[in-house]
């Protein structure tokens, strides 16, 4: 008697959990989870603290350098920035060589707002339960697969 497990058209490459983009998706999912509490301490969401880390890396960059860094599209992230703005972290201006540029600077607030993010980094190592050495591993390989995935796009 053949059972519908038996069926070539039921194999194991379709089941979900032998899916690796589940696992990062799922995994992002956690991550962010574990994120929300660290973050509403500072009054941020996740996709704003993205940017914020962006701007405290390096300051003065156009909507567009913060999207391409960010790896989304720069309409998206507009109401992101304004919504940072009206909150006092940054200021948005356009370019005098061109309009349609708009350069994000962080304010004196947005800057302060570093230090009191510093402690992050930490509590996630925590909630991870990895050594530092194999979490950096680990980044290093995604980093190389989402290198890999960019490349397959071209």
């Known amino acids: 008697m053949t059972t519908e497990r038996d069926?070539?058209?039921?194999?194991?490459?379709?089941?979900?959990d032998n899916q690796a983009c589940f696992a990062l998706h799922?995994?992002?999912?956690?991550?962010?989870?574990?994120?929300?509490?660290?973050?509403?301490?500072?009054?941020?969401?996740?996709?704003q603290y993205l940017a914020m880390?962006?701007?405290w890396e390096q300051d003065g960059l156009t909507v567009g350098e913060i999207s391409a860094?960010?790896?989304t599209d720069p309409g998206s992230l507009t109401p992101l920035l304004?919504?940072?703005?009206?909150?006092?972290?940054?200021?948005r201006t356009r370019s005098r060589e061109d309009e349609r540029v708009v350069i994000v600077e962080?304010?004196?607030?947005?800057?302060?707002?570093?230090?009191?993010?510093?402690?992050?980094?930490q509590c996630i190592l925590g909630a991870s339960g990895m050594t530092l050495e194999r979490l950096q591993s680990l980044?290093?390989?995604?980093?190389?697969?989402?290198?890999?995935l960019q490349d397959s796009l071209i």
Do not use: F, W
């Open 53 to 55: 880390m962006v701007l």
């Open 69 to 71: 860094r960010l790896l």
């Open 7 to 16: 069926t070539p058209d039921n194999c194991d490459d379709l089941l979900l």
């Open 82 to 91: 304004k919504r940072l703005e009206a909150e006092g972290l940054l200021s």
């Open 139 to 148: 980044q290093a390989e995604l980093q190389e697969l989402r290198r890999h």
């Open 106 to 121: 962080l304010t004196d607030q947005g800057r302060g707002l570093r230090d009191k993010a510093r402690s992050i980094p």
């Open 26 to 47: 799922s995994t992002s999912l956690m991550m962010t989870k574990v994120y929300k509490p660290l973050l509403q301490a500072l009054g941020l969401t996740y996709p």
